[in-house]
């Protein structure tokens, strides 16, 4: 084949590695910014929360998320963890309206489990959403927090609620969760100097207290 002929092909080639790299490109950009957004909406609502547990919620926030009507799955599964949280609160808050909200916030924690196979935090909010709806000694309620600890033995933004909900209802659990639940109490107290009393407060006059002092170095 003549030379000019492969000559006159490299331009072509080149032209066609260059669209294929801004191609590429254009998808990462377009990843990237898409990302973003969802990390945005993440922290916004994690902001929201973090509001209404303090008591701080603004009118705001209520139709933003309380009353949104944005589908759980369109949303990130982080935000929508969130959201279902949120609405779990509010039917805490208010028996009146509770069996509604309890429903949407079963809706947004289901969508929100299903987006990964283990997710300690996912399965936190169920076991926090099964007391609110069968009581805290309910099998269903028991069962959310033994497999809270299965998928994650340890949460730090967690396991000050579920170390208090497990003492709470010790007799009931099984020796595994039992176990999960001191050895998590003994890390938080390990985890500054600040956290020591703090967590052992969380066990203060329950069966676990003196296990859990056991497994602290002295």
Do not use: C
């Not at 007799?171 to 107290?189: F, K």
């Not at 390990?190 to 170095?217: D, H, M, T, W």
Request: proline share 6%; hydrophobic share 50%; aromatic share 6%.
């Amino acid at each position: 084949m003549p030379i000019t002929a492969r000559n006159e092909r490299r331009p072509a080639i080149a032209h066609a590695a260059n669209a294929a790299a801004m191609a590429a490109l254009g998808a990462a950009l377009v990843f990237t910014v898409s990302t973003l957004s969802s990390e945005a909406r993440v922290v916004r609502t994690r902001e929201a929360s973090v509001r209404q547990a303090a008591g701080l919620a603004t009118e705001a926030d209520d139709q933003d998320y309380l009353r949104s009507t944005v589908p759980a799955k369109d949303l990130p599964a982080r935000a929508v963890l969130l959201r279902g949280v949120m609405r779990a609160r509010a039917a805490a808050a208010d028996p009146a309206g509770a069996a509604g909200m309890l429903d949407q916030a079963r809706a947004d924690i289901a969508v929100a489990r299903a987006s990964r196979p283990i997710w300690g935090e996912a399965e936190v909010a169920r076991a926090y959403l099964e007391l609110l709806a069968h009581g805290a000694e309910s099998p269903q309620a028991i069962q959310a927090l033994a497999q809270s600890y299965i998928a994650a033995p340890y949460l730090r933004d967690s396991a000050p609620w579920r170390i208090r909900f497990g003492v709470t209802v010790w007799p009931r659990l099984d020796a595994a969760t039992r176990d999960h639940i001191v050895n998590e109490t003994a890390w938080l107290a390990q985890a500054s100097g600040r956290n020591y009393a703090y967590a052992l407060g969380l066990v203060a006059g329950s069966p676990a207290e003196a296990l859990v002092k056991s497994r602290i170095p002295a």
